[in-house]
């Protein structure tokens, strides 16, 4: 494997390491207004939320790596303690962009990208109106990482109040992840969109405890055909099915009753639980999984 030290590396590459290796990464659209009056509009990707009580939301506004400048961003939450975090679904992704170019600080990035300024409610800086969700926040408190090009300063946002629009709600009155299709940054020029068959789910039990790894046969933990994923849904069950169990599928399972009959009878019954595992049908890949381990 490639190694890195951070110390033995230009900061511009490290840099482009870490965006390449951390991602994909939520962006947040944030708007500031400066303390003379002027709205701005900039993306940012070291971002996520932290906490629900409080409601806390952070995003790093780093040094420029080319020149060890700072941002306006950074300047107007200094001076006005308010920002408001706002989404971006795939749909403006490119007036997005163009918000990331460095205009200078006297240019409104909400004129220049073309979005629409909704006046907030508890802050000063405006909402973008293209977006699904705004989060209105107050600073809590800004930490710099250090003095030099590439430093963070970690702006740390309490949300004070919430919009979220009705159009990307399901029916429960959740957030509908197809409806909303957000989009994240890779490294480099690349993004991300978390819709379509990007986006799946993962049913894991928090409280139930499942057997875990050390708990399936060696035959079936070290099986060459099953991958991590599978012994991860096997690992999850509560118990494993037992051998008669598994045994009973030759009754009623027209193709397992045709493997049997086979020389190769143990590494196609991995492969029939491979399928039905990624299938999602766990009983019946667990089931087939014991009965090739018994063979």
């Given at each position: 494997?490639?190694?890195?030290?951070?110390?033995?590396?230009?900061?511009?590459?490290?840099?482009?390491?870490?965006?390449?290796?951390?991602?994909?990464?939520?962006?947040?659209?944030?708007?500031?207004?400066?303390?003379?009056?002027?709205?701005?509009?900039?993306?940012?990707?070291?971002?996520?939320?932290?906490?629900?009580?409080?409601?806390?939301?952070?995003?790093?506004?780093?040094?420029?790596?080319?020149?060890?400048?700072?941002?306006?961003?950074?300047?107007?939450?200094?001076?006005?303690?308010?920002v408001v975090i706002n989404v971006v679904p795939h749909r403006i992704v490119r007036q997005m962009a163009l918000c990331s170019v460095e205009y200078g600080a006297e240019v409104n990035e909400?004129?220049?990208?073309?979005?629409?300024?909704?006046?907030?409610?508890?802050?000063?800086?405006?909402?973008?109106?293209?977006?699904?969700?705004?989060?209105?926040?107050?600073?809590?408190?800004?930490?710099?990482?250090?003095?030099?090009?590439?430093?963070?300063?970690?702006?740390?946002?309490?949300?004070?109040?919430?919009?979220?629009?009705?159009?990307?709600?399901?029916?429960?009155?959740?957030?509908?992840?197809?409806?909303?299709?957000?989009?994240?940054?890779?490294?480099?020029?690349?993004?991300?969109?978390?819709?379509?068959?990007?986006?799946?789910?993962?049913?894991?039990?928090?409280?139930?405890?499942?057997?875990?790894?050390?708990?399936?046969?060696?035959?079936?933990?070290?099986?060459?055909?099953?991958?991590?994923?599978?012994?991860?849904?096997?690992?999850?069950?509560?118990?494993?099915?037992?051998?008669?169990?598994?045994?009973?599928?030759?009754?009623?399972?027209?193709?397992?009753?045709?493997?049997?009959?086979?020389?190769?009878?143990?590494?196609?019954?991995?492969?029939?639980?491979?399928?039905?595992?990624?299938?999602?049908?766990?009983?019946?890949?667990?089931?087939?999984?014991?009965?090739?381990?018994?063979?």
């Amino acid at each position: 494997m490639l190694r890195i030290n951070p110390a033995e590396i230009a900061t511009k590459d490290l840099h482009q390491f870490i965006l390449g290796a951390v991602a994909p990464r939520p962006i947040a659209f944030a708007s500031t207004v400066s303390a003379e009056g002027i709205p701005n509009l900039a993306p940012y990707s070291f971002f996520n939320a932290f906490s629900s009580n409080p409601p806390i939301l952070i995003f790093s506004s780093n040094r420029r790596v080319s020149n060890n400048t700072t941002k306006d961003t950074l300047k107007n939450v200094e001076d006005t303690g308010e920002v408001v975090i706002n989404v971006v679904p795939h749909r403006i992704v490119r007036q997005m962009a163009l918000c990331s170019v460095e205009y200078g600080a006297e240019v409104n990035e909400f004129e220049k990208a073309g979005f629409t300024p909704l006046a907030s409610e508890k802050v000063r800086p405006f909402r973008v109106a293209e977006s699904p969700v705004h989060m209105e926040c107050k600073v809590d408190k800004i930490l710099p990482l250090g003095d030099k090009g590439g430093a963070g300063n970690l702006i740390i946002c309490n949300i004070v109040l919430m919009h979220i629009a009705e159009e990307v709600l399901n029916d429960k009155g959740r957030i509908d992840p197809h409806k909303i299709d957000l989009v994240a940054r890779m490294g480099r020029f690349y993004y991300a969109r978390a819709s379509g068959e990007a986006i799946f789910e993962v049913v894991q039990e928090v409280t139930a405890l499942g057997i875990g790894f050390d708990g399936l046969p060696p035959g079936i933990r070290h099986s060459n055909i099953l991958t991590g994923n599978n012994l991860g849904q096997l690992a999850a069950l509560l118990t494993l099915p037992s051998k008669e169990e598994a045994m009973a599928l030759a009754a009623t399972d027209e193709r397992v009753q045709k493997v049997l009959a086979s020389k190769t009878a143990q590494s196609e019954l991995f492969a029939y639980a491979k399928e039905a595992l990624d299938r999602n049908e766990v009983e019946l890949g667990a089931k087939l999984a014991i009965l090739a381990d018994n063979m």
